[in-house]
């Protein structure tokens, strides 16, 4: 009879072909389901894994991979500090969401001035909105016992529906001709996060994702801190004790 039993320590091994197993095995979910859908699995995965780098349009594709992957990146970093604790957060969407409206809000209230200081308003006014969507499950969690994957997963559509608001009411752009939407931040010189390098794709936020991957790594990995994170998470009666 087949019985699983837990390692006494983690495989270093396995530690780094875990990643790359779990590529080819969404290549070939992916194929699959693309295949039941009367697709061509072996079109579709070349046209999300191998044309982004590669092809003829590579050199738009990966600064785009950049731009979009960088928040995903400190998004992913956030979770997985709440996952090592046992923390099922599964709202990110949703505080994401209100980071982004609180942020441009900073830039967009003082419109059209000029500072060096409106961009990094944008990035702490960003964050403490993401900090606060996210306190309502925690607290929620903490004082009443709900549970923080229905909480804050329902707060995601909360938050879509303040984002479908502010770009009709609050932030529209007033010179936009009545369609939905703020200003264009690109066009406002303090708001605006350009490339560092021109055509690279790598602004502020991409260097400070690579930053912040670094940085959670010597927390979870190198510092008392990061002990306390996982003991949470494999034993919450010993960490509440310690």
């Given at each position: ?42 079109e579709?995965?070349?046209t ?39 923390i ?20 967009l ?7 060096p ?10 964050a ?36 479908a ?26 708001a ?8 690279s ?42």
């Amino acid at each position: 009879m087949l019985r699983l039993e837990k390692r006494p320590n983690p495989s270093k091994t396995w530690a780094y072909l875990a990643p790359v197993l779990a590529v080819f095995a969404t290549m070939i979910g992916g194929g699959i389901m693309f295949a039941a859908l009367g697709k061509d699995p072996f079109e579709a995965i070349r046209t999300i894994f191998y044309d982004p780098l590669f092809s003829e349009f590579a050199w738009y594709y990966r600064p785009q991979l950049l731009v979009k992957g960088a928040p995903l990146i400190m998004i992913a970093i956030g979770l997985s500090m709440g996952f090592r604790a046992g923390i099922w957060n599964i709202g990110a969407e949703g505080q994401y969401i209100i980071g982004a409206i609180c942020g441009a809000g900073a830039a967009l209230a003082v419109y059209p001035a000029q500072s060096p200081l409106i961009f990094p308003a944008m990035i702490f006014f960003g964050a403490l909105g993401g900090f606060v969507w996210a306190m309502i499950p925690a607290i929620l969690k903490t004082r009443f016992g709900t549970n923080e994957i229905l909480v804050s997963l329902m707060l995601v559509y909360v938050a879509e529906q303040l984002l479908a608001s502010m770009s009709l009411g609050l932030l529209k752009n007033p010179e936009g001709f009545g369609f939905p939407g703020s200003r264009n931040l690109q066009q406002y010189a303090s708001a605006h996060n350009g490339e560092l390098w021109t055509g690279s794709g790598i602004h502020m936020g991409v260097m400070f994702a690579f930053i912040a991957v670094i940085f959670a790594y010597v927390v979870l990995a190198r510092h008392q801190m990061g002990f306390h994170i996982r003991l949470t998470g494999e034993s919450p009666k010993a960490a509440k004790f310690a």
